[in-house]
């Protein structure tokens, strides 16, 4: 089993900046797939970015440059560093993890005053 554990939520005025973190219990120097997702009152789930075992990125369009995902395999530890941020990104944002099968954090909650 892998525990998933985000942290860095909060809320914030739009316009301004969060950077969340995901601590892995295992290595994630072997993950195939690292992701952030996020999931809207009344929307489904969707994804935000994510990236893999070869550091390639990919961000959903709404993004638009303004978060970078990034991982620290010292750490075990995959980000989220969030900027530009509006009232639509209102979330509880979700840490994504892939080895032989999928694992999720507990969602942390990013609220964007307007």
């Known amino acids: 089993q892998v525990a998933l554990v985000e942290s860095g939520g909060g809320l914030v005025q739009a316009g301004g900046s969060l950077r969340l973190s995901c601590a892995v219990s295992r290595s994630i120097f072997s993950a195939h797939f690292m992701g952030w997702y996020r999931q809207a009152p009344g929307k489904r789930r969707e994804l935000v970015a994510s990236?893999?075992?070869?550091?390639?990125?990919n961000y959903a369009d709404f993004v638009n440059g303004r978060f970078t995902i990034s991982r620290d395999n010292a750490k075990n530890t995959v980000y989220l560093q969030m900027n530009s941020l509006k009232s639509e990104d209102t979330a509880v944002y979700y840490c994504?993890?892939?080895?032989?099968?999928?694992?999720w954090g507990q969602g942390t909650q990013v609220t964007v005053s307007s």
């Open positions: 990236i893999n075992g070869g550091d390639t990125t």
């Open positions: 994504y993890i892939v080895y032989d099968k999928g694992y």
